[in-house]
């Protein structure tokens, strides 16, 4: 039942965090949409965003997924509808369950603009490279247009100081080209870690079980 929706929800469960960056301009409360292309298949991603709060929504296969997040305190919640089975499932996401797939993120370094510019998603956006942990050199197009303020910590690009809004990275394995197609200011409302009623709460590894293994 779950086969479709693996990358979503194992590959993306950082995407939150991945795809901020510090900037200028900032932005409390919004949407960003981000064109995530992945074993041949583009899927948009949609991410809200309230004070330390962030919300990725996702259609993948027969399913709903939505991932939220306290950047602050890096802690989240995993909320996945299948409609066509009347089922729902809640996976709450601690600290350290964070911190440990932040553990595994790539280390990235020395980044330099190079003076190239394009506009992205009606923002300027320049050309940087930068180095992987072992030596290779890499390029992203990022913008400091903007600063979503409340979720600059973590992710991919620690230290670039600026939000990238098209590059390439391995998420979970699997070899991801992420592309912002839009920035929206409008409000969002609340965001909440809560567990909404009527879903089954159950662990990381029970989710992965069903999955056939999460492979």
Do not use: C, R
Request: aromatic share 6%.
């Amino acid at each position: 039942m779950f086969k479709s929706i693996k990358t979503s929800v194992v590959a993306l469960i950082l995407v939150s965090t991945a795809i901020i960056a510090h900037a200028q301009k900032k932005i409390a409360e919004g949407t960003l949409v981000f064109a995530v292309t992945a074993n041949g298949a583009t899927t948009d991603v949609k991410t809200k965003f309230n004070g330390n709060l962030t919300k990725i929504e996702i259609e993948n296969g027969p399913a709903m997924v939505n991932i939220i997040s306290n950047t602050a305190e890096k802690t989240g919640l995993l909320l996945i509808d299948v409609p066509v089975a009347q089922k729902q499932f809640a996976v709450k996401v601690s600290k350290a369950e964070t911190e440990a797939q932040e553990a595994l993120l790539p280390k990235y370094s020395d980044y330099k603009a190079t003076g190239e510019k394009q506009t992205i998603a009606g923002l300027s956006a320049e050309k940087y490279t930068y180095k992987d942990d072992k030596g290779a050199v890499h390029e992203l197009w990022a913008t400091k247009d903007i600063d979503i303020a409340s979720v600059t910590n973590g992710g991919f690009f620690k230290g670039l100081g600026a939000l990238p809004v098209k590059y390439s990275a391995l998420i979970n394995g699997v070899n991801s080209d992420l592309v912002l197609k839009s920035l929206s200011e409008a409000k969002v409302g609340a965001i909440s870690t809560e567990i909404p009623a009527g879903y089954e709460v159950v662990t990381m590894e029970e989710l992965k079980a069903m999955q056939g293994g999460g492979e």
